[in-house]
C-alpha cells in the first residue's frame, strides 16, 4: 500500500487536510465582528450605563428600535442581507441584559417561527450600522 503525499497547501498539519482558516493571514474564525457593520450604543433607562454592540449584534438591536412593536421574524431579516443567525444575536443581547421578547406564531404555510421585540423602552446614544445593503443609518 502506497501512502498519498501530503497536501503541501496544508504546510505542517499531520493529517495533510487544508484548513482554509489557517492560510493567508486569515483569522481562525469568523466572529461576525466587523467595523464595516457599525456599531451601536444604548442605555436602559431609567439610569442603565452605556453600552456598545457592534457587528451583527449592533444590526439586530437597529432593526428591533427600527421595527417597534411589530418586531420581526428570521425570515423578515434576512433578505436584509445579513441576518442569517437571527435567534444567536438575540441570544448576545439579551445576554448584556436587553429585554427582548419571543412570540411564536404560524406563517401561512403552518411553520412555526419566532417573531422579536423590544419588550421595554430602549434609549439608543449612537448609531452607525448597516441595515439594508449599502445604506447606512446615523444617529447621535
Known amino acids: 500500500m502506497t501512502l498519498e503525499p501530503k497536501n503541501p497547501a496544508a504546510g505542517e498539519r499531520a ?6 482558516s489557517h492560510g493567508g493571514g486569515r483569522p481562525d474564525h469568523n466572529s461576525g465582528h466587523s ?8 442605555s436602559l433607562p431609567p439610569d442603565g450605563e452605556p453600552v456598545t454592540v457592534d457587528g451583527r449584534e449592533a444590526q439586530t438591536l437597529a432593526l428591533l428600535v427600527t421595527t417597534g412593536p411589530r418586531g420581526f421574524t428570521s425570515g423578515e431579516a434576512s ?3 445579513w441576518a442569517r443567525r437571527t435567534s444567536a444575536y ?8 436587553l429585554p427582548i421578547a419571543t412570540v411564536r406564531e404560524k406563517t401561512p404555510d403552518g ?3 419566532a417573531r422579536y ?3 421595554a ?3 439608543v446614544t449612537a448609531l452607525e450600522c448597516r441595515l439594508i445593503g449599502e ?4 444617529t447621535k
Request: glycine residues 14%.
Open 90 to 97: 438575540v441570544h448576545k443581547l439579551r445576554r448584556l441584559g
Open 111 to 113: 411553520a412555526l417561527v
Open 79 to 81: 433578505p436584509l442581507g
Open 135 to 138: 445604506g447606512t443609518a446615523k
Open 121 to 123: 423602552p430602549v434609549v
Open 15 to 20: 493529517d495533510g487536510a487544508r484548513d482554509a
Open 35 to 42: 467595523p464595516d457593520k457599525g456599531a451601536l450604543t444604548f
Open 117 to 119: 421585540t423590544l419588550a
